[in-house]
């Protein structure tokens, strides 16, 4: 397990919102097979970055994009992987201006759908569901996962799994790319909820391969933290 260097990200669970999306997720939960190995190449952005870091994330009167945009930060990384030219400071300030995001900062999450015009749009948030993840990876699809940094709610974003190493994930606060185990544990147990997201023509080049489920009951809790 790594030590946070830095003040970890000032994000707090919503224990409702939280609670309804593992209760839901977790019949279907299942051990994340090793058989095989995928992943997919998606540049890492780190939302400390000076370019965005410093500015105020919704109209939050305290936070900012470096010390709680972990959400933003890895839809951005999750957007860029489909072809959408934008980053975590574009992200932020589209949403800010557009209703993207409740109680200051609290990111709406299928905003994404108007931000990409349609081209990405969100499809579910589960509980901790390792075989949706892997069922998503082996489809192109990276997933967002939710975490405990330091105690706090943080996101990361999955990227792939390898018969080795397990899950490999990009982390906006560490602004790397790491196994998942070397940094939070089995992920098992390490991974809180995820997010998943359909790109418009899944058969593309970037989500080929089977169709995710879609949206379902659990998409009308659109409030994240």
């Not at 993840?133 to 799994?161: C, K, M, S, W």
């Amino acid at each position: 397990m790594l030590s946070v260097i830095f003040q970890p990200p000032r994000r707090l669970v919503r224990p409702l919102l939280l609670a309804a999306a593992i209760a839901a997720g977790a019949a279907l939960s299942a051990p994340l097979p090793a058989a095989a190995d995928t992943s997919m190449t998606i540049a890492v952005m780190g939302q400390q970055d000076g370019a965005w870091g410093g500015a105020p994330l919704g109209s939050s009167p305290a936070d900012t994009i470096a010390s709680s945009g972990c959400a933003i930060t890895s839809v951005t990384m999750m957007l860029r992987y489909y072809g959408v030219d934008t980053d975590p400071g574009a992200f932020n300030a589209w949403l800010t201006a557009n209703g993207g995001y409740a109680f200051d900062d609290e990111l709406i999450w299928d905003a994404v759908s108007g931000y990409t015009g349609g081209r990405i749009g969100f499809s579910q948030w589960r509980g901790p569901d390792l075989g949706l993840i892997q069922g998503e990876l082996d489809a192109g699809r990276p997933v967002v996962a939710e975490v405990q940094l330091g105690g706090n709610q943080h996101f990361v974003l999955i990227t792939g799994y390898t018969a080795a190493a397990g899950l490999q994930i990009n982390d906006p606060w560490f602004a790397d790319s790491v196994n998942f185990s070397d940094r939070y544990g089995d992920p098992a147990s390490g991974i809180v909820s995820i997010r998943t997201f359909m790109p418009a023509n899944p058969g593309g080049p970037r989500g080929g391969g089977r169709l995710s489920w879609l949206a379902n009951a659990l998409a009308v809790l659109h409030l994240s933290r």
